[in-house]
């Protein structure tokens, strides 16, 4: 069991590259199933997700390797229809592969992911979605099956605007027969990211990034060579952690506009930031200020997976700053964690009023998930004294070596290996 301690309260300075993006590379390495031949993906970030997205695919028959960020998918051998149980549960994003092989192979069975420490998470637009271009679906036994001879065109409405459901269905429907239209679809750069890897396999996807996507489907696609976006979560994370801790850094790789909201907010903070086409520098103003108020929505509202990470700044922030979260129902667990840390902090529902206090201090505290995570490492950055973060694993999920990037800004920090007795 590993723990990373931070000794806190050192600004950060200096310069950083972010990784490609996790949540655009999980859907992409799906669709690559969806051709015959090699494709070859490039920064595809080194995460415990990632891992198990290659293992799922070299069960399902396809060969996979990976050197340095880039990896190859070479799907000719997939005889397997069924994704095991054992690898559903280590990741929800397992759910991708209903998409690509119901569209290539007519058929799929995976396990209905269960809830998670976020919220209950459900399935049924992706599910609602793949019965509306013709797939036969039966659940049981904790198993969904999907069916297909061919996949045929139609209007898809979605009642919330999923990411996942979004990028499911506009997998399946690249080889369906005819139109799809996709109404109320997610706007988030990984699905237009997506979009641009299903085109330049030779699929016609429009509108992807606006709330209506059209897909005319196509009999084949061909492999490519394709470089994922740059990570928007790492990037703002990073930035988030030199507003609390102070100092000044540039992060570098990352698109200015994918972090549009998060950098309004962050300046309503008390952050200077300087945006260039690939870069941000940024350097902070004290005293920080709090902000009234962050509301998560879809994109291009404020992301909730900077929610947490934002929460541990504004800890420090004079004045009570309000969150709300509106897209999963469980997503303040990282508060009673950043609560033991000195951070003063009332929830109501949904809505997060966090008063802030002039110093956090160094704590024991777990990490509930990949987020909650990230915004302990911030606290710890900031805080005085030393911060130990137990559930390691969680924050590892998502940031590649975060002890190294952080350590690389001049923190100090460090994991330990823990013995379990
Ligand atoms: C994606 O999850 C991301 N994961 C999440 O990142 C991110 O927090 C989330 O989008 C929102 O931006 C990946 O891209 C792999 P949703 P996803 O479907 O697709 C409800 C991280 O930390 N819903 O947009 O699962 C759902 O319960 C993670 O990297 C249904 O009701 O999110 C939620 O309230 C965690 N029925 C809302 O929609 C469905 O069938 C948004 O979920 C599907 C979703």
Redesign the pocket.
Known sequence: VETLAIDGGRPLSGSVRVHGA???A??IMAAALMTYGECVLEDVPDLK?IDVMMEILQSLGASVSRQGGTITIEPSGINQYVVQDEMMRKM??S??LMGPLLAKHGQVRVSKPGGCT???????????GLKLLGAEIQEENGYVECKAARLKGNHIYL?????????NLMMAAVLAEGTTVIENA?R?P?IVDLANFLNAMGASVSGAGDGTIFIEGVERLHPVQYRVIPDR?VAGTLLLAATAAGGEIEVQNVRPIHLGVVLTKLRDAGAEIRTYLDRIQLKRRRPLVAVDRIQTA??PGF???LQAPFMAVLTLAKGTSVLSET???ERFKHVNELQRMGANIKVDLRTAFVKGVPRLTGANVAAT???AGAALVIAGLAAEGTTTIEQVHHID??YQQIERVFESLGASIRRKSKSRF
């Open positions: 996790k949540n655009a999980l859907p997700d929800r994003s759910l991708f976020i919220g209950t998470r459900p399935i049924d637009f992706h599910l609602n009642d919330y605007p999923s990411v996942g459901a979004t990028e997610a988030e990984e979560i879809p994109y992301p909730t997976d897209v999963f129902e998930d990949l987020r999920r998502g």
